[in-house]
């Protein structure tokens, strides 16, 4: 069964400080996996991107990794702002059909406080 | 920022009214999505089409209906709302993305998003 997990569920740092995400996928055939940023009553944000050649990819203060073997990833947050306060969804595609079928994590809500 | 709208923001009312839910996009796009997402839960496809007059049903059983007569358009509608249908709402369109790689590179931008409240 195609799944993605993530970890963990919801997370507190205070701003300033470093964090990291994990998602864990069971999708295949793998076509690529994608981090969004989704603040609250909003709709998700694309942060990054990545195909199964790919094993890292920063936007800004984001980096996200790609392990396709172990079929992990993660979003490392660098120097954590009040803005980063948010849910981040892990969403893997396959490649089985033209639609290019979405599986999504349930997200790991981030709370930073100053 | 996608171009990518979504009406009413916000929406309470009683058990059995018709309502739409409206999506636009501006963009262009062949593709649009509906997602239902409940608190805490992950998005499920509940709707897609490919372009004008075109509408398959998605993953997750739903007893609303959608239309593509535009394409910039894709209306939800419930014909009967029930409180079972109390939940958030996301539009969403999608282009191809410039990797060229096979299916399943779209990237997929969303609205804003409807909280449906039905009591």
């Known amino acids: 069964k195609n799944q993605v997990e993530q970890s963990p569920q919801s997370l507190i740092i205070l701003e300033g400080k470093n964090c990291t995400l994990q998602c864990n996928y069971t999708v295949s055939p793998f076509s690529n996996l994608r981090w969004y940023k989704q603040d609250t009553g909003r709709g998700p944000v694309s942060l990054t991107i990545m195909t199964f050649s790919e094993n890292t990819k920063s936007n800004g203060r984001y980096t996200a990794t790609l392990d396709a073997d172990t079929k992990q990833s993660s979003l490392h947050i660098t120097a954590s702002q009040l803005s980063d306060s948010a849910s981040y969804i892990c969403?893997?595609?396959?490649?089985?059909?033209?639609?290019?079928?979405?599986?999504f994590g349930r997200g790991t809500q981030l709370t930073v406080w100053p | 920022e996608a171009d990518i709208y979504q009406t009413p923001r916000y929406l309470v009312i009683g058990t059995g009214k018709k309502i739409t839910l409206e999506c636009s996009q501006t963009?262009?796009?062949?593709?649009m999505y509906w997602y239902q997402q409940d608190p805490g839960m992950e998005l499920h496809l509940i709707h897609y089409?490919?372009?004008?007059?075109?509408?398959e049903k998605g993953d997750l059983s739903s007893e609303s209906t959608v239309s593509r007569i535009r394409t910039e358009h894709f209306p939800l509608t419930l014909e009967s709302a029930r409180p079972s249908h109390t939940s958030q709402y996301l539009c969403?369109?999608?282009?191809?993305?410039?990797?060229?790689?096979?299916?399943?590179?779209?990237?997929?931008?969303f609205g804003p998003g409807t909280r449906l409240t039905v009591l």
């Open positions: 089409s490919y372009g004008v007059n075109s509408t």
């Open positions: 963009m262009g796009h062949d593709k």
């Open positions: 969403a369109s999608s282009d191809k993305s410039r990797t060229g790689a096979p299916g399943g590179t779209d990237t997929q931008y």
């Open positions: 969403v893997v595609s396959d490649r089985g059909s033209t639609l290019g079928r979405l599986y």
